[in-house]
């Protein structure tokens, strides 16, 4: 786009160069692994596969891990076409591409959830916690309509540092598994459903009005969300970058 | 009354002297006891004292049975002055008035709540069902957040013709208890809770979006219509006039 | 998938075998037949042909009945690519496999509907509710706008054990209907209906309000859940699996 | 109020003594009544009783009707103390004073209304709608859950010119009328009912929804637009004033 | 569809044939004409060409007006390969089939909206209220932001018996037009607009909190239901069919 | 503070004593009048009338103005207490008290209002606009059901530099106005209405639906908020302190 | 015209024939950039390419600027056919064709926005602004998760005569900007989001909302509106046409 | 209350003593404390004083803390009346009563909040947390709209475990603090604002799609939930009991 008589961006006060990277159609914020404990997230619905694989360049060459959510094939190709060692979770929709080898994963999340179709959600919890360094389970496919299959786990939620539970539906999985264990739970409505579910607005509205404290919700299908905040949670006051 | 083209309701037309007192503040509808299988009931907010006792006192003449909703204790100081057999059930909120003294219950209904809170809409469709002939069972205070009381008492559940599960908060109980049992389960919000609660809404769309099959839904705070539910569902097919 | 550095699914204490059937992309619950008088139903959406037909296949090798919901044309072949025997109801989107001869069908359930438009939910009822040993009687394109209608058919609502009445538009079906009968009447919003109709919000409000008691509501255009619970109420008492 | 430093009301291009009536806190439209067919009417809420006197004492000065709705008994005494022939309709909560005899009345408006707790919305409707000349037939307490009572007065319902029905809980009293008369419906909801009824919103929604062509609808409980949009359909084309 | 073992529909003691005409797959009511002023309409979305071609016919067949809303050209094609004297409107999505040349148009309704977009549904409106016999005046394009457009034409307006007034956007015309006549107004909302208009519900709720009264409000884009409203005011009184 | 990386605001670091006054139970910022053009301005719901005289008087020893809006008479009277030449104007529960003697009102603020009821959030708008330095011009009681009282006023708006739009009901008469003038407008909904208004919610949507380009909008019944954006439009560019 | 009882706009009454061209399909307002400051922009959703050509020639006929919104590429082919000289910015969809060269842009608009996605919406507003005279800034990608981005440019924005700050997500930006500057402040929500993001309500309540005084809204993804009134303010108080 | 005619609790299984107390209007849950780490809490809405006192006897008589949310001064004194050592914090509503004195606190809690009024709910998260065993850092007033305060104490905010972030209005607090460290943030919405704030609904949905990532939210006004989850984070992986 060729902008209209003569307006254009202000001279600004630039910060040092190791603090952002200019790429026109985007800033990347370079500081934020060390401000804020995980690198600059590339969100790429509306970015095309191309912008996607700069930004992701742009990361790698300042040394950082690149992790891309809601990512497509094509986007991931894009990446992958420059960068051979990123991996594409294709359920999960996610690219993660680290800068070094994973540490050795630390504590333990534990991701639980409600039915088949809450996987890919799921699933975007579990991987971006483990990218961020933890040791993750996977506790799947245990409505409450069928409770028998959840109390059979009790152990395995008991030992984790943070629960992640995803559940669309009416959204009683948090309330339920919050009055089993002591540990802190990020719960993740999802978007399955029909009616008057409203796309997940009625698992999160139940789990904001869930009955066991400790628990604390995120977005509808935020399953990247729930996972940084368990992965924080995880680290158990050790600051790490990632 | 000349209905249209031939179709006639049996045996109205300008409906008989029987069918309708017409006290001018109100018209009552005599004929409902035989057709619904439950006398008018009256609904008490916003009307007097007088106009309650008025419209009972018409029921009664009428050999029919008295049952008042959300009556305030001057409505049924108003109704026992005129009627002293009448009883008010105040936790409930109801008037309850028989022509003839009550048949032997039949069936099972239970009643399931999830807090201390909830109790009062519980009162209001137990001693429903119970008016309109049922035995009831009363399973309380078993909320989700500590399941060991509700699966202690699995074996009540499973023994009743029809259920009433009453819940606030995040309304997650009929979901739970629907995958216990294989009975009808007829599921009551109730206003209790804060925030985004919104008086009742949040445990109505979650109870509406319930996993378990077989749940179904009625308006918040509305034990008594629950309890008719449940009471007509005991009757098992038979023909029975409260 | 392949998930990142090592964690993996909790080594959990497993239910016997009887119980669930793992499929790793599920778990089909093998006891909620005895547990709920219903064998796990099978919700489509989401699901490939080949998953679909893979649940129905470990059902059928538990010797139990399958019916899966929203089914597309393509997932009823793949099943019946497996299963000659199945069925497919294109309207209801239903398929249905026996595992034996269905038993004489017992008591009588009455689906009733207002328009056209609303034909596949209430067949998505009607077939539920026969599929699970009710005898069923239809009563189809009775709005309210032309009584006449309806009021020609109200001896043969009169007989049925429990009703199904299902309307878009207004919703206004069922407070009619309710005050003519004295059976519990299950009441499904369909989402036919346009401007301030909300998908079928409308009707579904209007029902959770309707002033006739004995009227329960499910989900919006929820025909299965409907006919599951009429079915239940149709079994006064008895317990049967299906 | 003094208001600060210096600012005024503009000096505007005054329009003829005629067409206003400047009063400092108010300025009445004269003009109303020859351009709209209805005087200015008073709307009281947040006015004092004084105020509420003067807006009619300049009507009065003017030659024109009052009508002043929502009134409170303090207003209405206000009123009375200045021009006693004032009528306060206490259910209806109208004040009604006439400048002149009122005209035979022309036409005929039927005011239908459900329940009893509709009664105050209907009597507003029924008496706007004599104010502006109409001959008004009240037919009150015909809910469609004892549809007899509405059979019983269809013959009446015909007669009219135009219809106001009135509803509160789900609103399904018009769409049953509407199936039953050819002249124009206005529908009216009221704020009765609890739970999911949001204060009237739903029987709005469901007489918008209303399957009977010819039903419109004004605000919950308006009885006076009603009132007025009724007056104005019976007038049938003459040009006359109130 | 094969029903499964044996439920049916119901015997039902039938009406006369004159009543209905029975096409299995809808059931036509062929005394609306007589009950309510116009033959039962046509809504075809959802129905196939052939079911629109097939219910045309029968009340054709009837003696009866035919008219159809919502009409894709295809359904018009088929209605115009059994019946070529039917007329489609594409703009207004409408077919109309007379079953005798239409009587003199009488009365006045003129049809007023404020951009071109609403254009579409003034048509809707302006046609059916053609089709009931009634004269229709178009002023189309005068939205508030031009005031001058509109009170040009007020002379216009205030020779219409009826007034149909349709908006997008804020909805501010209604009350505009309402302060200018004193005739009955049917206010439609458009679905023209964007971002928190939320497809036509912010101007139909300001259409409802209109400040002139008078106005009457139908769904959003229902120009069929404004058009029969304002040909029944139309009519004053006199009983026409349609 | 350490900010990250450099970029540190103008003179911060722990703030100046001069910059904030620290009253335990509120941190009162000193620098906004510099910064933002308007001291900080005193929300009064929910603090006592010691409290609210507590800021005024910090306010007051930093020689800075003070404004404080939704103040009850009591608070106004503990401020008026302490500070003797503070004013408070009740309709529009302003208190205000001024360092200094107001400069001369520059430019020119338009207020225009529908209905009388509107009057305390005009108010509240032209007296901040006032306080703020404004010229104000009020033009009230111009709703757009009486269009003649707005277009004779049509030249004292377009002399205006901004204007403040204030309306209830259907919110419709910033779109007129917009039509009117080519200055930007503020337009403030307000509460005043009933039945579907929602508290001022319709007012709202319409107006940021308005069709007139330059219209833009603040929270329901924020009229201070309205009067701030229109002091600071009215400025044209000039850096002024209040 | 004849307007009602004396009162009359300067200078109208039957429009002159420079005042409006009629198109048929549509009304062209050629006095509107007299009358408001800019001529009638094209809004050209729902309209056909040949449609927006020839309102763009009516307009280039009359002499004046030639706005069109919301546009096609094939529109933009369609105007461009016909005159040459229109540019179409793709990323604002803005068609724009000058009838004579732009004056030296005046005073100062700040355009700012939080993250790429707002791009576009960002640029209408910018380029709308600049098309009505504005000298235009852009601040682009300095959103509140890595605020030293913005801190960095607080200069450049405190030089603006006013700002236009674009936020998708939770809306933010407009808070943190308002709590810099000294100067109107119009914020645009975008759709940009997801989940209970309610395609950019959420910023726009949260805008509403600001703790900042002096910020006002328009509707979501209304960047043209947003450059209109940005553009408006910044004439400070000169009249000028566009 | 006597309940009508034999239907009485049912016999259950009672589970062992130590697990439960039964106060007959209540079942104490006595497990709580060892499941999930903190005794039942009381919640005191619509609990008489006795009853709040008697579930406080019932924990201490089990040897475990007390804490009632939400208490009145009245519910506070009869506590008292049994329990002098119990505290009461009037600002948070918060009754307090150890069983034992508290272990020495570990970790570190930041409580942040932006205004003044949002203070009781930020204390009831910090004293709740303190009950929990957690050293609790406040940091209070520092809302967005003067970004200074906040970033003056960014240090402390980075020594925190864990942080709850509380705030009213539009809810920009959290994404600020979020990009300024790395650690998990609980967000608390509060009622605190007018107009379109929904009564907290508004900074919720904000705070739900806030854009940095590691945010969390709990329902409107939830201080308590709040400090449970950030108490549970604190204690970083070992179990101890409250």
């Not at 992701?56 to 060692?85: C, M």
């Not at 959600?121 to 993750?136: H, I, P, S, W, Y």
């Not at 559940?167 to 999985?173: D, R, S």
């Not at 996972?227 to 924080?232: E, P, R």
Request: a positive charge; glycine letters at 10%.
């Amino acid at each position: 786009m060729k902008p209209a008589h003569g307006h254009r961006p202000a001279k600004r006060g630039r910060p040092s160069a190791a603090a952002e990277a200019d790429l026109r159609f985007a800033r990347v914020d370079l500081a934020r692994s060390r401000r804020c404990g995980l690198a600059e997230v590339i969100y790429c619905p509306g970015k095309t596969p191309a912008q996607v694989a700069r930004i992701a360049g742009a990361l790698v060459a300042a040394g950082q891990n690149v992790l891309a959510t809601r990512a497509s094939p094509e986007q991931a190709e894009a990446v992958r076409g420059r960068h051979p060692g990123a991996v594409y979770h294709r359920a999960a929709r996610l690219i993660a591409l680290r800068a070094r080898p994973p540490a050795w994963p630390i504590g333990s999340v534990a991701v639980v959830c409600a039915g088949t179709a809450d996987l890919p959600v799921a699933e975007e919890a579990a991987l971006t916690a483990a990218f961020m360094g933890a040791r993750v389970v996977r506790v799947y496919d245990v409505g409450v309509a069928g409770l028998h299959r959840l109390l059979a786990r009790v152990a395995v939620l008991r030992r984790a540092r943070a629960l992640v539970v995803v559940a669309g539906m009416e959204g009683a999985l948090p309330s339920v598994v919050g009055g089993l264990v002591d540990r802190p739970i990020v719960a993740v409505p999802t978007s399955v459903g029909y009616g008057v579910h409203f796309g997940g607005l009625v698992p999160l509205l139940a789990m904001l009005n869930a009955c066991a404290p400790g628990v604390t919700v995120v977005n509808i299908d935020n399953g990247f969300g729930a996972g940084v905040a368990a992965a924080l949670i995880n680290r158990a006051g050790r600051r790490v970058r990632a």
